[in-house]
């Protein structure tokens, strides 16, 4: 079965600051590998996603992952940190055949505070 | 351009009630998916629809669980006999296509709240 760790459970930092959070799975086989941001009171969002090619993606807002794949690692990433970057992320990977290909597995997510 | 909504947003029920909390998804959305996220925990998968086809139902924890979709569009999950450990916020989420990864747009959850 799929599995995501998430190391940092809370991270605080300035105003630009830089950031990584880190994201780890484990799962054999393809993946796609993505992050989500729940602003506070607000939904579940896709910050960004990889499925294939470039390790490197680009996402909303400035942020960007890097695929390891030699790591199974997932890194969130942002050069300078706003405040309105508080927020709580998860790491989520989707694997398996047809039916279970459409299932979301997430970490247990990283709260960041920026403090202005 | 309404996204995914739930109801009813928050839900308070005795130990031994059932409950029955609803999504509705995007419309034209073919998928539909629960996942329930425990206190300081990740989502975590409960069941997956194809429109009216329940597809996987391998996350739901116990018979006391069921989740239905009957014309394809609104769903139900309905917890019977509710548990203090049945406390959670339920996700729901829909996306385009059934096949291959389209993005999930999560709904706002149902807080539950077991005494």
């Known amino acids: 079965a799929q599995s995501v760790s998430q190391h940092n459970h809370h991270v605080i930092l300035s105003e630009a600051a830089s950031l990584e959070l880190g994201c780890n799975y484990s799962?054999?086989?393809?993946?796609?590998l993505f992050w989500y941001v729940q602003y506070p009171g607000q939904h579940l969002q896709l910050l960004l996603k990889?499925?294939?090619?470039?390790?490197l993606v680009k996402g909303i807002k400035g942020f960007e992952a890097e695929f390891i794949k030699s790591k199974f690692s997932f890194n969130l990433r942002k050069p300078s940190v706003q405040w309105s970057d508080t927020a709580e992320y998860f790491c989520?990977?989707?694997?398996?055949?047809?039916?279970?290909?459409?299932?979301?597995?997430f970490g247990t997510g990283t709260r960041l505070l920026v403090s202005p | 351009g309404a996204g995914v909504s739930q109801s009813p947003r928050y839900k308070v029920a005795k130990r031994g009630q059932d409950v029955a909390l609803r999504c509705d998804p995007i419309?034209?959305?073919?998928?539909l998916f629960w996942y329930q996220q425990a206190l300081g925990q990740g989502p975590e998968f409960l069941t997956y629809?194809?429109?009216?086809?329940?597809?996987?139902k391998s996350g739901l924890p116990s018979d006391r669980f069921f989740a239905e979709r009957p014309e394809g569009s609104v769903s139900t999950l309905k917890i019977q006999r509710t548990q203090q450990e049945d406390s959670a916020v339920y996700l729901c989420?829909?996306?385009?296509?059934?096949?291959?990864?389209?993005?999930?747009?999560f709904g706002p959850g149902t807080r539950l709240t077991v005494l």
């Open positions: 989420a829909s996306s385009f296509r059934e096949l291959g990864f389209y993005e999930q747009f």
């Open positions: 799962y054999g086989g393809t993946v796609n």
């Open positions: 990889y499925f294939s090619g470039d390790p």
């Open positions: 989520a990977v989707n694997a398996g055949g047809q039916t279970g290909f459409q299932k979301l597995v």
């Open positions: 419309s034209g959305h073919v998928s």
């Open positions: 629809f194809q429109n009216e086809a329940q597809l996987d």
